[in-house]
Each structure stands twice: as C-alpha cells, then as structure tokens.
C-alpha cells in the first residue's frame, strides 16, 4: 500500500500544506524543530488513530486555533482511499473513509498500516517491560482487531479489580467472591492475548534473527517470557494459577500476576542486549524486530505497510545504513532526516524540504 497525498490545516505548526508522495522513498529534511517528525505523526494518526507522542490530541492542534483538520488519499492493490480527519479544541478526532463516518478508531487500522521507526524505539531493548509489550500490542492491534478487543476488555476488568484489591486492603479483609468473578473474565481475555503474543514473538523471533544476522552476523534471539507461566496457557489454567494467589495479592493490594506484567527477552550473541549490547547492538536488534514486524503486516495482510523513519540514519553506521537502504527500496517510506546526504536517493526519490512549517 502506499500514500498519495497528505493535506494539513491547522495541525501542529503547519497553517496549511500539502504533500503529493512518491510511492517509493520520500525524504523529508530540514534543520531541527521545522516540522518533519510532524509530518509523520500526522500519516500515523491516520493508520493508529492516536498519536505517537502526543498525550492529548489537543497538542496536536496548532496554537491559537480551534481545530485541527487532516487529509490522506492512499490506495492497496485493490482500491483507493480518501481519508478526512477533523479534531476539535475538546480533543475529540471525527473521521471519514471515503466519505463515510468511522465510528470506531481502531477501524482505521484495517485500511492503512505503517510501521514508525523512530530514535525512541530503541526503548524495544533497553526500556522497561512496558514498551516491549507496545510494541507487541500495536503490532497485534494493527492485524487483529479482535486481540484489541480483548485487550481493552481486559484492562477495563483489570482497573476494577485493583479498586477491589484496595479496598479490601482498606477494610482489613482478605476475600471477597467479586475477586473470582474478575479472575475468571482476566483469564478469558489473558488466554487470548497470551496465546497471540506468544505466536507474534514466535514469528518475530525467527524473521527478526534472519535480518540481524544479515545486517550484522550476530546472532539475535527474542523469547516471549509471560507473567503467567503454565504449559499451554488455557484458561482454566490461569484462572486456577491465578485463584492460587489471591492470598498475595490481597496482601500487596495489587494485580500480581497477568499480561500487565508480561515481558520479552532479547538477546544478542547469548547475551541479554538490555545488559550488555552496545549502543549500536541495541540500535540493530529494535530495527532489525521492527522491519520484522513489517514483514509479517505484510504476510498476513499481502501488502508491504508503509514505513515512517524518523531520524534513524544518523545513528547507524554505513553498514547498517546501506542495508536498510537496500531493504527498503522498493517499498513506500517517508523519511526525516536533517542531512540528505545520509539517504540514498535515485530518480524516482522524491524530497520535501521543511522550513518552519512550510514545505518547500
Ligand atoms: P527535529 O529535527 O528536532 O526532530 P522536527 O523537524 O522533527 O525537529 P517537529 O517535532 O516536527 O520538528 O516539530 C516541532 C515544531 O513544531 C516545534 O517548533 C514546535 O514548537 C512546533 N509545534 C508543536 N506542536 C505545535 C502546535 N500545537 N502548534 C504550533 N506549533 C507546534
Ligand atoms: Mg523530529
């Protein structure tokens, strides 16, 4: 799939502008803080539904103004798109596929899919446990709207459940039947959810080592390592390991146990990168896992989802740039960069210079 044409007014520091894309790599450059990481953020609201970075999408009206209105046509082998996206000063986003209203953002995920590769995602290795479960759940997300579902059913029933624990904590009791009956609706939704991020980093183990090993020669590996551990995580099977703790869990006044606690491991030559990669290590194996989930969008949807890099090639060496050069030279990418020189460009490369709001 790839984008045609991206229209802002009023978003970020763009009063207006208009980009027609390449279907091959588009280079946006420009020096800092002129507005090219927002250009990104702008084609990802529209794949995602929410922003990247922003914590409110308010932050992504531009100051001084009441609302925020975006344009994306983009098309896949079959047909064309024309998305509008309107966000008003309350925060609230309205959006329109090809002139009919989306009720639901997360709709938006099953037209468009990009993969973001940005400096923070480094994070993937060496940051908590919690940014390696987004990387696997907007993965997820983006193919499965049903693992989505379960998902937000699960951290609804996850809040009510940890209000219980508390209260009981309070009141100094140390049962109650509701914990049961939360118990088993996290159970229903934690088999699920366990069972798709096991197989997502199954996939993503085996096609992630492949581009390490191609880019580098070392030897990247990546184990899912859930909260729970039972042999084949049914539900009966969580539901009785977690009704075995409920003791524990009284006494920490919290959800012990659970997909919320979940956890991958990487390593790199047998060692754990968040330990012991180097920068540059650390660097590879989160690029080499993110072209790897792009590479399984693209098994699973038959089409390539368009790349957003950020700023990603000053950090690597030529090595590794000339690889994810040639890795992504067939295929849609928008790139930022503060230097041109550090991008491969042929004929068909298309080049947006960005001043202070401005395409140039
Ligand atoms: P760098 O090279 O440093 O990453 P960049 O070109 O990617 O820079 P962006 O992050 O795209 O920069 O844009 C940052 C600019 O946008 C800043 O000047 C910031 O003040 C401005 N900006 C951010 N939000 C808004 C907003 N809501 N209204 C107006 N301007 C904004
Ligand atoms: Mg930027």
Redesign the pocket.
Known sequence: MYIERLTLQSF??YERAELEFSPLTNVIY??????????L?AVYLFAQGRSHRAKSDK?????GESCAKLGLDFCDSSRSYRCAMQISSNGRKSVSINHVHIMKLSKLMSYLNVVMFSPEDLNIVKGSPAARRRFIDSSVSQLYPAYLAALIDYNKTLAQKNSLLKMLKTKGKRSDPTLSVWNSRLAEEGAKIMNSRAEFVKIINRSSAEIQSEISGEVLSVRYTPSIKTENMTEEEILTYLSEREGREVEMASSMYGIQRDDIEIFVNDREAKLFGSQGQQRTAALSMKIAEAEYIKSIKGEYPVLLL??IMSELDINRRMYLSEKIRDKQVLI?S?DTDLIDKDTETRLFK?EN?TVI
């Open positions: 970020r520091n420009g020096n800092n803080a002129q507005g090219k990481t927002n250009i953020e932050e992504l009206i531009r100051f950020d700023d930022t503060t960005i709001g």
